[in-house]
């Protein structure tokens, strides 16, 4: 018999595209694919007689889209979703560096 995280191993891995990817949408004559940045996790347990537990969760993050017009595709970036994401990044990145550089001057 397989158990509860496996079955939910396996359904999220072949719906992994489908997070990541949007459908089709057509806006006047603009074909347009929504693009995110999906993530997921669970996790379970079972301790025999004694009982069982899990839980799980996820995430996504809108990052653009694909637009397709006039026989050409190019990615739209989501300007607000990147910079969502890039502020945290950098703020991190310059303490991290500020720390490093401290300790190569010891």
């Given at each position: 018999m397989t158990s509860l995280p496996e079955k939910l191993a396996d359904t999220f891995r072949s719906a992994g595209v489908k997070a990541a990817y949007g459908d089709p949408v057509q806006i006047d004559g603009v074909t347009l694919i929504p693009v995110a940045l999906a993530w997921y996790g669970f996790g379970g347990g079972d301790a025999g007689d004694q009982g069982s537990g899990g839980g799980g969760g996820g995430a996504s993050l809108p990052i653009g889209a694909y637009v397709k017009?006039?026989?050409?595709?190019?990615?739209?970036?989501?300007?607000?979703?990147?910079?969502?994401v890039a502020v945290p990044f950098i703020l991190?990145?310059?303490?991290?560096?500020s720390h490093l550089i401290r300790a190569l001057k010891k």
């Open positions: 017009s006039a026989g050409t595709a190019r990615f739209e970036p989501n300007v607000i979703a990147l910079l969502a991190v990145s310059g303490r991290a560096l």
